[in-house]
């Protein structure tokens, strides 16, 4: 043993150990040959005992859930729903029925009106005008009535003058009959002269022609009575229609002024103080308060659906707010078959999808503070079992 290997001493004789890198092969045998040092992973029983306390909360809201679940399902199933449901009402639009100049619209646009307000006036001169005309045509009638009754009872005093001349010469005819009978008894007998018979024949006849005139100017008289009371109808024909002349006039003075039929909002107001609108020429937008809720319920969710049954509403505008009504009526027919341009199934493919028909829902009471108008969706919910 020479100097240098005492130097390095027992040590140096023995191999130097070299470790192999972690992700070799070698590595992984020499793991895999120490089951003492291998990872155990804890299996779910060991979790849950761990953690029972975790598990056992999550367990109790399970059940919860599942009995949650159950209740509503077995609560939920006696009812029938749809999103396809508005709030309805039959608007309509005002208009003035006589034409002018507005001269006040005392309202504004989503103002609440009562019955008998007044939402506009027309310029009432010219109508005011026509009243008196009307007024005036009406006593000019009047004593045109007046007119034609004097007439007849003058007439009436003519019947009876012509009467009496006819009377008169009657009994003038009666006389001169008599006188020719004696004057013609007398002649034959011979104690009477020609000259006395053909004068009392040409009193007699003068008398039989004077009778004729007195019973025709009877006649005349009798006519002009029937005449006069045809003219007397006239005039009475001519004051019922100025009679019906100024009840229009007057008709149209109160025209002027519009007012509301019912209560409820005026919306969509175009009508402005100033400007001149036609007869039938819409002002504005009238919702009554009279609403109500069109659901366009499956076809499918009517088998049980009767007029009466309580519905619980929910509006989307307000959906901390809950409504109570009742089904009022169920439409005899879908939608689409009263539509503009309804479904022709006899023409083309044919492919069947569920109809939806309209069921009409009365509120049991709207709420006052909630302004709510047509076209606002809501969701009912009918008790149907």
């Known amino acids: 043993m020479d100097a240098q290997t005492r130097e390095r001493g027992p040590s140096a004789e023995q191999p130097r150990k070299v470790e192999a890198p972690k992700n070799s092969p070698d590595a992984e045998r020499r793991t895999q040959q120490q089951p003492g040092k291998a990872d155990k992973t804890p299996s779910l029983r060991e979790r849950i005992r761990e953690h029972w306390l975790l598990a056992s909360v999550g367990a109790v809201v399970l059940i919860a859930a599942l009995v949650a679940a159950l209740l509503y399902w077995l609560e939920v199933r006696h009812y029938e ?15 003035s029925k006589v034409g002018g100049y507005v001269t006040d619209i005392p309202v504004t646009d989503n103002q609440h009106v009562s019955a008998g307000d007044l939402l ?82 040409s009193d007699l006849q003068a008398q039989q022609a004077n009778t004729e ?52 909002r005026v919306v969509k107001l175009s009508g402005a103080k100033g400007t001149f609108v036609t007869a039938g020429q819409s002002l504005m937008m009238f919702v009554p308060d009279d609403v109500w809720i069109v659901a366009n319920y499956k076809e499918t969710q009517l088998a049980d659906m009767r007029p009466g049954q309580p519905v619980e509403i929910r509006i989307d505008a307000y959906p901390g707010r809950k409504l109570t009504g009742h089904v009022d009526s169920v439409q005899p027919g879908s939608g689409t078959a009263f539509s503009l341009l309804p479904a022709e199934n006899a023409t083309g493919n044919y492919v069947k999808v569920v109809q939806r028909v309209p069921v009409k829902i009365v509120v049991d009471n709207w709420p006052a503070d909630l302004p709510v108008g047509p076209g606002m969706s809501v969701l009912p919910w009918t008790r149907v079992r």
């Open 81 to 95: 729903s749809t999103d396809d449901a508005f709030v309805a009402a039959r608007s309509f639009s005002v208009a």
């Open 120 to 201: 506009a006036r027309i310029d009432e001169r010219d109508y005011r005008i026509a009243v008196d005309q009307a007024a005036a045509q009406v006593e000019v009638s009047r004593a045109n009535i007046a007119n034609v009754e004097a007439q007849l009872d003058s007439q009436q005093e003519q019947i009876k003058q012509a009467q009496s001349q006819l009377d008169q010469a009657q009994a003038q005819l009666q006389f001169s009959q008599e006188e020719f009978n004696r004057a013609q008894d007398l002649v034959e007998k011979g104690a009477g002269t020609v000259q006395r018979q053909q004068q009392t024949r």
């Open 213 to 264: 005139r007195a019973k025709t100017a009877v006649t005349a008289a009798q006519l002009g009575i029937k005449t006069l009371q045809a003219q007397l109808e006239g005039a009475r024909a001519q004051l019922q229609q100025s009679q019906a002349q100024l009840d229009q006039a007057r008709l149209n003075l109160q025209y002027t002024g519009v007012v509301a039929a019912q209560s409820g």
